[in-house]
């Protein structure tokens, strides 16, 4: 029952060197191909690499960009995240329904449209935007639509095609600072690092005090000091490129216009960390990126700035490869990436031990945020006296912020650590804000009470997302959206964060219709408790957080909704025992006090 | 080696290095309540239920070294408040009525929910549609009952050497699934495997053994779950 994929399945397979790491990569060109790729044609994947059926589908499986079903020979997806619903995300959908035929969630009858959601796809700044065969298309409007997709009929949105998005989705950067929007020489921070030995760049850069810059803040130098020291067969450098927090977008600007930077930073890494391989694992939604990093790759192998003895350096070699996702927030946890990274579905792992001792290949290996690289690159540039003046004590250097949501001027700021939201959203051009989103779900919901508070490891620490919520927005609406969000994104690997979450969006959909209680209000919150304290890892520990934070800065909101003393049952009962009673051809006997 | 000393519960023990916490307690005597965990598998981490607070911190007792001088707390009522609303969750998640399911007695969930003093879950229940596969001759998976513990991917990955379970999806949607396009029929599953019998609860069940045993009789009618371990301390 040949159909003509097994030749090509064995070639793909073969092309990535019969290796199973490269699962994700033989996955999605198997799906470029065919369209999906079907239990058969995972059968086959799994006979050429020599591993069964099961692990293959258990990581096609996980990937939300992978279709295991036939489906519309272009992918229309439409993101679907706070700020994009908030910009007419509906009129958009409606708009691409009646354009292609296809509704949403479906297939149009020609079998050319599949119309899809998809979570934050980094372009909050300019909303609603959608994600053509992985093309992102911004700033839509409902009358442009019908020209989007006769493009679309006329292949403008193919694979081929992709760089050309950088053209015209928007920059955005609204404020350069001196760190990672400067002008740069390429190799000058290398050439820095050769001169020094592998201990004196990791020296440099603790004495810069530099933190990552993802969010949770861990010295970068104590990081490299680690995996230098931890012994191995290997070290690997890995740059986190997988920003999926809602709302942020700084690494896709980061990517287009300093990707120098990015790669001098992981090349200084390598050169103290003691690596000659480095990945790079770029989210599946900024695939359109990837033949233009590739090129950059290319033009810096030219360059003599990676490959063997670089910059004249006897016996440094280090080169880069571009590992693409296929959409996943959890990836961005360091040791679900280098799942991923290693072929398999991105469960984060057990620590200890942690990935600087036990890593890609169980090999001690770094990953750092794709700014923390630049940081690092400028820091061996400039040194570590001149990175540390800027910023606060604990929060040395400057912030990326990618602001987005009701104000004047959103994109891509970057400031100094220690800014507070008062000044933030004055320079943002926000005059009328219910609340500011720090850090993104995962982070603090700001009520204006707060708005005195810094930007910084010591108060509000964010990986970059700010989304901004005036007083017309309904905010406990947005933590329900939050929290779908976790549910969506939750691996499923431990009990509390694959159950918990969704038991939170059931108590919430309770007091949003009204049926909340003093009662509930407080289960909401010990539910809230149980998730983050018994999870796994960082995404159901702070899964919570919408609600949690919400419930401390915005109770009223809450109260409003929960006045009853008295428990409220979540169903109706009368109608509950409608079909009974019909059936039956009787009322029960209701037994009296 | 080095000698190790850690507290649990204000009782100091000895431990090994390189073992859990979760290995070192219940050596000692000591229970702690868990669910994934199985002494013949690698930890898998999956259902949290074993989680202590050690030096202040959360933490799943089943994949954590020990360390000397770690102070744990573990009987406490907070956390198995927390244990139990675990326990709560994994019910409300798949389907199961115990009055009617053969494993009852001999099943872990349902001790567990004994021992931490679930009366009955206070969380809705999902009402998941799910299908019952007896498509092999001497095993049938009955994924109603299935908790996602993950005994028989790992048992049947390092033990059985045969990869016949493994995961689908992700979230809420995940499943066991099988290394077979048609069922468990298809796989080379035998009964005598490990993975066949390391089920904690009814979901992979052997057949037509499931009542040569009356309930009543079965290890966990006559007394709670972890009584074993805890006998080695008196």
Not at chain 1, 381 to 403: C, H, N, Q, R, Y
Not at chain 1, 425 to 436: F, M, R, S
Not at chain 2, 124 to 149: F, G, M, T, W
């Amino acid at each position: 029952m040949s159909t003509g994929y097994e030749e090509a399945i064995r070639e793909i397979v073969e092309k990535y060197g019969k290796d199973s790491r490269r699962l994700m990569d033989i996955a999605i060109e198997v799906q470029e191909r065919f369209g999906y790729i079907s239990e058969e044609m995972m059968k086959n994947i799994g006979d050429a690499l020599g591993i069964p059926l099961v692990k293959v589908r258990d990581t096609v499986s996980f990937y939300s960009f992978f279709k295991r079903e036939p489906g519309g020979k272009n992918v229309i997806r439409i993101c679907n995240s706070v700020v994009e619903k908030l910009n007419g995300m509906d009129k958009i959908v409606e708009a691409f329904e009646k354009e292609t035929g296809a509704q949403i969630n479906g297939v149009s009858g020609d079998g050319e449209f599949e119309l899809r959601y998809t979570p934050c796809i980094g372009m909050s700044d300019q909303p609603p935007s959608a994600l053509i065969n992985g093309i992102p298309v911004t700033k839509i409007s409902p009358s442009e639509v019908k020209h989007i997709v006769d493009n679309i009929k006329k292949g403008r949105y193919s694979r081929e095609k992709a760089s050309d998005a950088i053209s015209w989705v928007d920059k955005n950067i609204r404020q350069p600072g001196p760190v990672v929007f400067a002008p740069m020489e390429k190799g000058k921070a290398i050439r820095a690092a050769l001169n020094m030995s592998p201990e004196d760049v990791i020296n440099e850069v603790t004495n810069a005090r530099l933190r990552g810059r993802g969010g949770a803040g861990f010295p970068t130098g104590m990081k490299w000091s680690f995996c230098r020291k931890a012994k191995g067969e290997a070290h690997y450098i890995i740059c986190n490129a997988d920003e999926g927090e809602p709302g942020t977008f700084k690494d896709r600007t980061i990517l287009t216009e300093v990707p120098d930077l990015v790669f001098e930073g992981m090349t200084v890494a390598g050169y103290a960390i003691g690596a000659t391989e480095g990945y790079m694992y770029l989210r599946g939604e900024y695939i359109y990126l990837k033949d233009y990093l590739e090129q950059v790759l290319e033009r810096r192998r030219e360059l003599g700035l990676l490959g063997k003895n670089i910059c004249g350096k006897e016996g440094f070699n280090f080169d880069i490869r571009i590992q693409v996702g296929a959409g996943a927030y959890v990836c961005g946890e360091e040791s679900a990436l280098i799942e991923s990274l290693e072929g398999s579905r991105g469960a984060p792992r057990d620590r200890p031990p942690y990935p600087v001792t036990s890593g890609y290949m169980n090999q001690p290996t770094a990953v750092n945020n794709v700014e923390t690289l630049c940081c690092a690159a400028r820091i061996l540039e400039k040194g570590a006296e001149w990175f540390a003046s800027m910023g606060t004590k604990d929060s040395t250097g400057t912030k990326l912020l990618s602001v987005s949501g009701d104000c004047e001027r959103p994109g891509v700021y970057e400031l100094e650590y220690g800014i507070t939201i008062d000044k933030l959203l004055e320079v943002v051009g926000a005059n009328d804000a219910q609340a500011v989103q720090v850090g993104g779900p995962s982070g603090t919901c700001v009520a204006p009470k707060d708005f005195g508070r810094k930007i910084c490891f010591e108060e509000l620490p964010t990986g970059g997302s700010v989304m901004i919520f005036n007083s017309k927005r309904n905010l406990l609406w947005i933590v329900r959206e939050f929290i779908e969000f976790f549910i969506e994104e939750s691996c499923g690997w431990c009990a509390p964060c694959r159950v918990g979450t969704t038991m939170l969006a059931r108590k919430l959909d309770k007091i949003l219709a009204g049926k909340g209680s003093q009662v509930d209000l407080k289960e909401l919150e010990e539910l809230a408790n149980t998730v983050k304290k018994m999870s796994r890892c960082g995404l159901g520990q702070s899964a919570p957080n919408p609600i949690l934070t919400t419930l401390k800065n915005f109770k009223a909101l809450y109260e409003e909704l929960c006045k009853a003393e008295d428990y409220i049952p979540p169903f109706d009962y009368e109608k509950a025992i409608a079909a009974g009673i019909e059936i039956a051809g009787r009322e029960p006997v209701v037994e009296e006090e | 080696m080095d000698k190790i000393t850690i507290t649990i519960d204000g009782v100091e023990i000895e431990a090994k290095p390189g073992q859990t916490i979760l290995e070192a307690a219940l050596a000692a005597g000591i229970y702690i309540p868990h669910l994934c965990y199985h002494s013949d598998l690698v930890p898998g981490g999956h259902c949290r239920v074993c989680t202590v607070e050690v030096n202040g911190k959360f933490t799943s007792a089943c994949t954590m070294p020990v360390q000397d001088g770690m102070i744990i707390r573990n009987n406490a009522e907070d956390i198995n408040r927390e244990r139990r609303k675990i326990i709560e969750m994994l019910f409300v998640e798949g389907n199961h009525f115990c009055p009617f399911c053969e494993k009852s007695g001999d099943c872990e969930l349902q001790a567990l929910a004994y021992r931490l003093g679930m009366l009955t879950p206070m969380l809705p229940y999902l009402y998941k549609q799910i299908e019952v596969d007896a498509s092999h001759p001497d095993v049938y998976i009955d994924r109603n009952r299935c908790v996602l513990c993950g005994r028989c991917v790992r048992a049947s990955r390092d033990i059985d050497k045969k990869y016949v379970f493994g995961f689908e999806n992700r979230g809420i949607n995940k499943k066991i699934a099988l290394n077979s396009m048609n069922g468990l029929g298809e796989t080379n599953l035998s009964k005598d495997d490990k993975a066949a019998s390391i089920c904690p609860t009814g979901c992979i069940v052997v057949k037509r053994v499931g009542y040569s045993k009356p309930f009543g009789t079965r290890l966990y009618d006559k007394e709670p779950i972890g009584s074993d371990i805890e006998k080695k301390r008196k």
